[in-house]
């Protein structure tokens, strides 16, 4: 049972041999400065995308922007005077707005004076407040739909019967030498606003149009406000819908007409009818088609999963430094190993390049063919990567304790086994049959000591390899 245990632990750590600077992993200046690119890399990378998130700069899943109608203003580029035709005093041209529910005007008419001039030729009359609304388009409704609802917009001379308290109407000649002469254009502008990803808020964005104006050529435009259900999802872990109707764009389409078109068609709940001469006549409604579109806004968890993306990206370079230190660990040991049986490798400069490809060997400052030195050196680095196993190691050792068994005899090997001697740091301290001991399992007869000679096996560092 604990076996079949055993092999569902994933935590499980390798047996790590020690190095030369008693390291149990073999780590390289190079792999070091990969590493720290990493890190740094990782850490930008991260506090970046962060503070990304928090500002709201990361863009949410949304392909157009949507709209929300915010003012309407009709603005007279008068190139010609300074005079502002719009004002509640000396009126000239009087700004009408009609309420039209259904087919009838619903309301008394109200009079959009100017209230501000900027820059001293731009005439401004504006609409802050409103309500329109689309009912079936055939006529029909339910019960609890209210009634078809429109803005109707028209520009007239000044009537005196029309003017409220606490206005006038400019003299007549005033009015006769104002339309005289051209006036330029009539700017319509709606504010509309847009969707802020980053401050989770609408910004206002104008959207103007412009007609020629012009009382020898009266217009009538039908503006359609092209309405948009937004849904916004603002929540960091769940969903936190937010609903908003915002108005999406607008198109007009413009026709000419006679001065007397709008009163030919406008009719009051009385069934009467209003007498005026119109100089241009604007019509505000909701177009029958309406969008739907739901913003989702970044989740923590894909702000997480983008970040993840390039962990991933670090891993693989993690295993490609990995891969690159294993290479060169074992190329090292291997080398280090041929050294043992071959001391004259010692003397031995061999050149690589980045992959790890020799590209010149040197003996004793002697550049030698490199056709031969790898056939040989490949063969070599095969038997060493041989005996660079744990079962070599155990089958060396063995080999050992044979040699020790049959110079010894298995008795005395049991005696040295047996012996606990004392740690001493003098040798006056250890007792005499130690000392002859250790010095009779140590001591070597020169006949016995192995030749120089029979380490200068390999023959490869001959003359006659040499360029």
């Given at each position: ?46 506090v ?16 157009t ?28 041209i ?74 006038y109407?400019?003299d ?37 149009q ?10 009538y ?66 177009d ?10 970044p ?40 050294e ?111 030749k ?16």
């Amino acid at each position: 049972m604990l076996a079949i245990l055993e092999k569902f632990d994933i935590f499980g750590v390798p047996i790590k041999l020690k190095t030369i600077k008693q390291q149990e992993q073999f780590k390289t200046s190079q792999s070091g400065v990969i590493a720290i690119i990493i890190m740094m890399l990782s850490l930008a990378y991260f506090v970046y995308v962060m503070q990304q998130w928090i500002n709201g700069q990361l863009i949410p899943k949304v392909t157009t922007y949507e709209w929300e109608n915010g003012e309407i203003s009709f603005t007279l580029y008068d190139l010609s005077t300074q005079i502002n035709p719009f004002t509640k005093q000396n009126n000239i041209i009087m700004p009408v707005l009609l309420e039209i529910s259904g087919l009838l005007v619903s309301a008394q008419p109200r009079f959009l004076y100017s209230t501000q001039q900027v820059d001293g030729d731009k005439n401004v009359i504006t609409i802050d407040k409103g309500k329109l609304v689309l009912s079936q388009v055939d006529g029909s409704k339910a019960d609890d739909q209210e009634e078809i609802k429109q803005y109707f917009i028209f520009f007239t001379k000044c009537r005196s019967d029309w003017m409220e308290e606490g206005g006038y109407c400019a003299d007549q000649q005033v009015i006769d030498d104002y339309f005289s002469i051209n006036h330029g254009l009539l700017f319509l502008s709606i504010n509309l606003q847009q969707y802020n990803y980053e401050n989770l808020e609408f910004d206002e964005i104008k959207k103007t149009q412009f007609f020629a104006f012009e009382e020898s050529s009266p217009f009538y435009s039908q503006v359609i406000l092209q309405k948009q259900r937004t849904t916004v999802d603002k929540g960091i872990l769940f969903n936190s819908f937010e609903y908003f109707d915002v108005i999406k764009d607008y198109q007009v389409i413009t026709q000419a007409v006679t001065k007397k078109f709008a009163q030919d068609t406008i009719k009051t709940v009385e069934n009467s009818q209003l007498e005026f001469e119109t100089l241009g006549t604007f019509v505000f409604r909701i177009d029958n088609i309406e969008a739907n579109e739901t913003i989702l806004m970044p989740k923590l968890g894909e702000v997480l999963a983008q970040i993840g993306s390039i962990v991933n990206m670090i891993m693989l370079l993690k295993l490609l430094s990995n891969m690159i230190n294993t290479t060169m660990l074992e190329s090292a040991i291997l080398h280090q190993i041929i050294e043992i049986y071959y001391p004259q490798f010692k003397q031995v400069q061999i050149t690589k390049n980045f992959l790890g490809q020799v590209k010149e060997v040197r003996y004793k400052g002697v550049e030698i063919k490199l056709t031969q030195f790898k056939h040989k050196y490949n063969e070599l680095l095969e038997i060493a990567r041989a005996k660079f196993t744990f079962n070599n190691l155990i089958q060396e050792l063995s080999r050992v304790q044979l040699v020790l068994v049959n110079q010894i005899g298995m008795e005395n090997l049991k005696k040295i086994f047996k012996k606990e001697e004392d740690l001493k740091f003098f040798e006056q301290d250890r007792s005499p049959q130690t000392q002859c001991q250790v010095q009779n399992l140590v001591s070597v007869s020169p006949e016995e000591s192995p030749k120089i000679q029979e380490f200068e096996r390999f023959v490869l560092f001959s003359s006659d390899f040499s360029d």
